[in-house]
């Protein structure tokens, strides 16, 4: 999936990304808070932070660890929550680590891995 836009509505707490299938047509919303929508849309720009934000401490992290974040997965919803997982290779295997969709997409961001979504969330929410 690729991140296609976020929008920002300062008059709401809820903000909206859309994430759409790199080789198809469909794609979808995903509501997240104002911090993640700020962050993500700073990465984006590629705009600096004056101090390191939550996404740049897991990223030192799993590099410090001598692990690797190979993608982030979106892999579940229910009662309109979604869910998500960062695969992280360590020591030759892939380890998932549960997480925030928005947490996740943010790391993806910044350490510029793929991201993926489970074929049926997809054919749920892209209808």
């Known amino acids: 999936m690729d991140l296609m836009r976020i929008i920002i509505n300062e008059h709401?707490?809820?903000?909206?990304?859309?994430?759409k299938e790199v080789d198809g047509d469909r794609m979808f919303p995903i509501?997240?808070?104002?911090?993640?929508?700020?962050s993500i849309d700073r990465r984006v720009k590629n705009q600096q932070s004056q101090r390191p934000?939550?996404?740049?401490?897991?990223?030192?992290?799993?590099?410090?660890?001598?692990?690797?974040?190979?993608?982030?997965?979106?892999?579940?919803?229910?009662?309109?929550t979604y869910?998500?997982?960062?695969?992280?290779?360590?020591?030759?295997?892939?380890?998932e680590?549960?997480?925030?969709?928005s947490d996740a997409i943010?790391?993806?961001v910044t350490v510029?891995?793929?991201i993926y979504v489970a074929e049926d969330?997809?054919?749920?929410?892209?209808?």
């Not at 998500?84 to 020591?91: N, S």
């Open 12 to 19: 709401s707490e809820q903000h909206i990304i859309f994430l």
């Open 31 to 38: 509501v997240i808070g104002i911090f993640e929508a700020s």
């Open 53 to 80: 934000l939550t996404h740049d401490l897991l990223r030192g992290t799993i590099e410090l660890i001598r692990c690797e974040l190979q993608d982030i997965y979106i892999s579940v919803l229910r009662d309109n």
């Open 83 to 95: 869910s998500a997982k960062l695969r992280i290779r360590h020591e030759g295997e892939i380890v």
């Open 97 to 101: 680590i549960d997480s925030r969709p």
């Open 106 to 108: 943010a790391l993806a």
């Open 112 to 114: 510029d891995v793929p």
């Open 121 to 127: 969330i997809i054919e749920e929410v892209s209808q």
